[in-house]
């Protein structure tokens, strides 16, 4: 009724557990639904991880960004500007061919005749996840560079005033304003990372023993079927129902974020207007 | 293209570099980014059309309109761009023939459908099929476009809504004082002044848009990056120009392009910015007031 | 029988409109010597030439256009273009929802290439191949790990790179590249795989489909056919009898 036993069969199948071979035939509905959510899996995986990660590497970049010093500045410039100007399809595709070169150049000979051992980063679950860590970072850290010219003055004089220098005015007054006002333009950023983990097994990245995101099962259902109707609509209904629960989540966080406001100050729905949809 | 390239196998160096870099292929790959150029020229005002309709949906007092209007924004906006592209042409191909058919085949008894076949009679389809070649990649240029049109359409509809509702009240409520009428006031104070505060937005979008351009290749247009796959892999003899797998060089150019691209870019909407906020009730025009020479405003 | 029925009277229906039309002819334009975009950027290979052939003989005029392979299946159902001529194997699954000709070229062997001397059926292989191709289909079967790629180039760019341990494709494609990298070579044994290449048409298609058979049969008994596929595929090559 549930799909039961299909969920047995290939609800962990991207993971490699279950079945071993894909539904070849009879493929009902129910075997679309499990195999494309199991493909799910792998979507939340990357958007989870490099959201994460990509958290701190932002604020590292967006005060490279805003440093005096040149040395420091220009990398953070630079780096903002390969990842935030170029698709992130073609990023993929090099990456991928950049990692497959590694340990060929640099691996052999350094470290014997098998060479270091980097073959795990041509895998999509390291060598992708690296791509949407520095892609991600790259654009928060333009939002945040942005929050972070935005912080009123009125807060950094209090800063001063209260005698807070170097880190601990950082931590407690620079970065929670910071966030305050990069949150919305954030938390588009955070859906726009979601929906760009579709792209790892479509440039680049090949899929391993048919483990693969959901748009690659949906892809293979398509060719299977003959008819792209079916798997690709429920991978839209997936990732709706993927970009609601970030927007909630992101909400929760930013409700507290800023619980210090009056109600009335409290921004009600995160505001389109100058913020950074990537 | 030169004169000597008529034996490409016995070239080398330079000459053979200037032959393969020249040959058919490579300049369909050039004639590419025009392509690409072209999308994107077509693609962006379109796109704001269609965000105008939604933004002007979703504030509607019209419940149904209202609710087309979110939902439009929303659905797109809750969807990865690449699983629209992946149905969407072929979706929209097949909605176009079935009007036509509908409205010039009345006497038709066949169905339609026939298991995975979509059969329309022969005078729906678009474009028909002894129409010359160059209407058939025509017309899959513009369903590229519209459905290019269509995702961005939702993005620039949220920024416009927001710039909607950042035109401050009081501009409103002084047009309603005026006495006109609620469409009055929309067109000529509501319009005029929201693209100043969809600036931000819109400049980012088309940097979005820009970047999605890789994409094309999934809705048949053969572009830029169809060709450096297609030209970058490696070639047998059977070829008159053999090489081993150049794809990494090929993206590499590509990469090259897009950054000089969003640069210029970036570049022109800087300036863009700096204009329509002359004379603006933002922190901005106010800025641009102080700094401007008295004397008569520009 | 309905259905029957109904779809003899589309395909009546069709033929009348089908005299004077264009037979639009989809191929891949990336499986060389299969089919190819040529340096003047032009579709060529076996399958062009075929193809020619066959509208040549059987009075149509025919236009090639090139599809993703993804998509070339759904393209062919919702009316883009007529025919699929793209070194497609006949298989039970497609024969399902489209319709093939007779083959006009043989069931052809599928091999395994690698730099290495290797078992390609060992559980711990692992395996490139096109992704949704018969060969996919069949590695993910034999045991060994599939790798899979959205172009064959790129699958033999994963052997040559070490990503992968062997490709599998058809023998066809594989020869060439063998031949003039010496680093490759075939290994294990040959699998047959598929009944032959045929064009792929709409089911509907039921008139377009006896006039390419008839085509097709008159260039095997004249030899023409034969003499293509030894042209374009070596003297080696497998042909019709």
Redesign the interface.
Known sequence: MMCAEELGAYGLRSLGIGERLLPRSDITLCDQVVLIGSGMIWNVYFGVLALAAGFFLATLLALGKAATSAWIRKPADWFVFLFRGSPLFIQFFLAYEAFVRLPDSIGVGLFGAEGADLGWLTRAYAGALVVLFFNTSAYAGEIFYGALRSVPKGDLEAADAYGLTGFTRFRRIVWPTMLRLAWPAYTNEAIFLFHATTLVFFSGFPAWRQQGDALYYASYFADKTFNPFIPYPIVALYFIVLTLIVISLFSAAGRRLNRHLPSSERPRRPRAIGQLIR | MFEYCSD?SALDGARWLSCYLT???H??FYSSFGTVLLLLAITAPLALAFGFLGAAASRSSVAPLRWAGKTYTA?V????????F??FV??L??AF?WMRHQALCPG????IR?????????EA?LPR??AP?AW?EAYNFSLAIVTFAIVFGA?AA??L???M??VPRAQMETAAAYGMTERQAFRRILVPQMWV?AL??LS??W??L??????L??L?V?DI?YWA??IG??K???????HP?W??WY??G??VF??IF??ISEIVLAQLTARLSAGQATAEGERLRRAAPAGPAA | MKTLLLAAAAATLATSAMAQDVVRMGTEGAYPPYNFINDDGEIDGFEREVGDELCTRAELTCEWVSNDWDSIIPNLTSGNYDTIIAGMSITAERDEVIDFTDPYFPPAASAYASTMDMDPMSADAVVAAQTNTIQAAHVAESGATLLEFATPDEAVAAVRNGEADAIFADKDFLVPIVDEDSDMSFVGEDVALGDGIGIGLRESDDELEATFNEAIASMKEDGTLNTMITEWFGEDAITFE
Not at chain 2, 108 to 111: E, F, K, T, Y
Request: net charge neutral; glycine share 8%; hydrophobic share 40%.
């Open positions: 490409p040959n058919g292929v300049l369909r659905m906006r809750g969807v990865p761009d690449i699983v629209f992946l149905f072929i979706a191909d097949q023939e038709w008894d066949a169905p026939q298991g995975a076949e979509f059969n329309v009679c022969p389809k099929s002894s070649q058939h993005f949220n920024v809504y927001g710039a509702r950042a505060y931000p937005g980012n979008l940097m979005i820009i970047k999605a351009t890789p994409l290749f999934l048949g053969e990056v796959r297609e892999g490696s047998t003899s059977a070829f008159s120009y053999p797998d794809r990494i993206f590499s590509l990469l897009y950054l969003t640069k």
